[in-house]
């Protein structure tokens, strides 16, 4: 399956470990067959001017986006706001790496968002279900288990790392996202220090519950999550979520799974000379 008519695009602060995380999101969707063209960066306003100009210099084009709510994990808000024209939107993290091309529907139904259900309980339920009471959704929803992990969760509660939707679902999601994550912003009685770094990811499920948008859960294969240590796939990993797993040169650390960590290897075979290009070209 190709994805040929979406957008693909992250959000990156001009910080040295984005710069060699972006390299890597460059270098796996080339090599997964995606063109520079349908790539954009959003680039945290603040950054050198300089930057701008390595990052379009490789052929992928830039969006400067200003920061929101909490200056850090919701700025990828500022990426879906800033979202132009007809064609669908993948917004990922840009510590994501692709293996093979997602899995998702080209061109993808309006009304509904492509994510992964969150693996671990961040916030915990009793958390996250007085939080919907703040926000006044009292219909009661349905619990599901978290990615990989026993615990429970609510199905709009999603990893932040990958996002699939049509434009029109895009141009829905995105006030809607910026209203949710400053209103949770400015309640810190609701949710606790530790859980903070997750506003993003609670309004983004605020945002498609008030919207009475359908989450479509990702397979298993999609947005794994690397720094959670092993997990048990039945088939090859499709899209890495790695987190701070990344070797010093951009390669990505093995898992300790051995059938994810032969494909890890293969992708960093193959991944290595357009890797090391892509990073001595931005750092």
Not at 55 to 70: N, Y
Not at 101 to 111: L, V, W
Not at 136 to 147: H, I, R, T, W
Request: with cysteine; glycine share 8%; proline share 11%.
């Amino acid at each position: 399956m190709a994805i040929n008519s979406y957008r693909i695009s992250c959000v990156v602060d001009a910080v040295p470990a984005h710069l060699t995380q972006l390299a890597c999101w460059i270098a796996s969707l080339r090599m997964a067959g995606i063109p520079d063209r349908r790539l954009m960066v959003h680039l945290v306003e603040g950054g050198s001017p300089a930057l701008r100009h390595r990052i379009e210099a490789l052929g992928v084009p830039v969006q400067m986006i200003a920061r929101c709510v909490d200056g850090a994990y919701c700025n990828k808000i500022g990426g879906l706001l800033s979202a132009r024209g007809p064609d669908p939107v993948l917004a990922t993290d840009v510590d994501i790496a692709f293996l093979q091309q997602p899995e998702i529907p080209d061109p993808p139904a309006d009304g509904r968002v492509w994510a992964r259900v969150v693996d671990c309980p961040n916030p915990p339920l009793p958390i996250l279900e007085a939080i919907l009471r703040a926000a006044g959704f009292s219909a009661p929803l349905p619990v599901v288990p978290c990615g990989t992990s026993d615990e429970k969760t609510l199905p709009i509660n999603c990893n932040g790392g990958f996002y699939a939707m049509s434009a029109a679902t895009a141009a829905v999601m995105g006030p809607a996202w910026l209203r949710w994550a400053q209103w949770l912003f400015g309640r810190p009685e609701l949710l606790p220090a530790n859980f903070r770094p997750h506003i993003d990811q609670i309004s983004f499920g605020l945002a498609a519950l008030e919207r009475d948008l359908a989450i479509e859960p990702l397979p298993a294969d999609h947005n794994v999550p690397t720094h959670l240590g092993p997990l048990a796939l039945t088939g090859p990993a499709k899209v890495l979520h790695y987190h701070q797993r990344q070797n010093p040169d951009g390669s990505l650390m093995l898992l300790g799974n051995p059938a994810i960590d032969r494909d890890i290897e293969d992708f960093n075979r193959r991944i290595g000379p357009e890797l090391r290009r892509i990073r001595e070209s931005l750092l």
